[in-house]
């Protein structure tokens, strides 16, 4: 035989099927009583053969558990009979006997492990494992470290408790609880995003989640661990929920979490109410947690079914619904103002993303005179927004000073509008600010920072038809407009309350396998 060296040894795991079959275990001392006992449960027809047993063996023995030898190892007694073993495993405490067994079952070629140094020189090893409920997990570092897969073996074993049943929560503020100046403090950007995703995917229990964060809503999905209360207060911390009042957030569980998360795909919860952004919105949303491992095929699979639950609300709400985009409401408000009644009114908008470029291009359609400001990029012109003047930003200042309607759709994460553009505003005419951005474009109170300056100048003598000149409006004010003048909205949560109900089949959650219980470490094999 070859010297025998530590190192690894790829292997190709394997569940065997013992039941009924004959298998033989040479030794009765400690590690063979494991294997036995092990071989035992697994139904497997057990034969011992050993001079000296074990108490547990010989325990075994006289309650005809196993079919025992009191001898030592005879190949042709053991191995030439019609009980012929289907395995064997070398387990005495003298590594000549087990090399002994290894060659006569290698010749024969029966399958042999051995439980020590020689187990090189046999066909097979025997894991590191625990057993649960319908669950065993075996841990292999190919024979190169008995310590390392036991280490393994038990930190998996501690944290297989917190794997079942599992259970799908949402935790969530949005314009329904909370106000915008609330929403501000805990909107979490791309950074605070990551901080906070790595944060949580160290959190024991939670094994898959998804941040959702639009204008009007912060939401932290997650499949977690049912049963738990200390995850859920771990995650509302991470993302600083903690330092919200209770009633401006909620924590839904299962097929509540489901049917918000349906809600939420369908547009119900929507400030602009049936608005369909919210799609790509979560769309880039599970994108960006799949992208970063945070997903997996379980919050996957639950989005799947709230998407097609979310597709048959809106097909039955669409005949009560006045379905508008957000950039449809802005327009709606400012023409519900009589802006686009004066054919010479002058309108800016600032940012060219997609809510900037689709007001553009329906302000093409209606012919005003148009400041198209952007900030790194030029926009490409189309059919639709040939009639806007595309301006830098450095350019700001001209396109505030002629601008009587001025709607800002820029990302970013402070406002861009502030003390420094006041005196830019026109004092010769009424100025409204459409603020689509969140967090908001325009600073607080820059309205009445305009305001003050211009009741100032009147009284210097300044010719002012009106003082208070400047409103702004943020998507908050925007959006309670349109529910207020548009939306029944009870109808439609009655409606998709309906849908929801009919459609619970598609919770992937609702059947799922029990916890498997607890751990059981009596295999404690060496490699």
Known sequence: MAELKKHSIVTFPVSLLLSGRQVLVVGGGRVAERKIIRLLESGAVVSVCAPEPGKNTASLAGNKKIIFSNRVFDPAADLDTERRPFLVYAATDNPQVNLQVITECRARGIPVCA??????????ITPASFNGKDLSISVSTGGQSCISSKKVRDYLARQIPLAWPLDF????????????????????NNEKRAQAGEMIRHVAGVHEFVF????????????????????????????????????????LRGREAFGHLARVLAGIYSQVTGEKHIV????????????????????????DGAK???????????????????????????????????????TAVLGTGLIGQQIVERL???????????????????????????IPWAELPIALRASGLIFTCLA??????????????????????????????????FADMVNRKNITDSAAGSLIPDAAQCTVIDLETLKHWYRDEKIDIASLYR???KVISREDRWYPLAQQQKNPGPMDFSSRNPE
């Not at 140094?117 to 046999?122: A, S």
């Not at 947690?289 to 379980?298: C, L, Q, S, V």
């Not at 957000?326 to 009644?341: C, M, N, Q, S, V």
């Open 115 to 124: 439980a020590d140094e020689n187990w090189q020189h046999g066909d097979f």
């Open 169 to 188: 929560i949402v935790i969530s503020t949005d314009h329904r609880i909370s106000d915008l100046n609330q929403r501000e403090r805990f909107h979490l």
């Open 212 to 251: 959702l964060i639009t204008c009007n809503r912060i939401e932290l999905y997650a499949v977690i661990t049912a049963g738990h209360e200390a995850i859920i207060k771990t995650l509302c911390r991470i993302i600083d929920f903690d330092h919200l009042d209770e009633t401006a957030f909620t924590i």
């Open 280 to 303: 790509s919105q979560a769309e880039e949303a599970w994108g960006e947690a799949r992208h970063n491992n945070w997903a997996g095929d379980t919050i996957t699979k639950v989005y």
């Open 308 to 346: 097609h639950v979310s597709r048959k609300i809106r097909k039955e709400v669409e005949p009560v619904l006045y379905e508008h985009e957000i950039e449809d409401i802005a327009l709606e408000y400012a023409a519900a103002r009589g802006f686009f009644r004066n054919p010479g009114t002058v």
């Open 364 to 390: 093409g359609r209606m012919k005003p005179d148009i400041f198209w400001v952007y900030h790194r990029v030029k926009p490409e012109p189309s059919q639709w927004t040939m009639a806007a003047l595309s």
């Open 412 to 445: 970013g994460n402070e406002p861009v509008i502030g003390p420094e553009q006041a005196e830019f505003i026109s004092r010769d005419r009424p100025v409204t600010i459409i603020d689509l951005g969140v967090p908001r474009n325009v600073a607080a109170g």
């Open 495 to 497: 409606i998709a309350d």
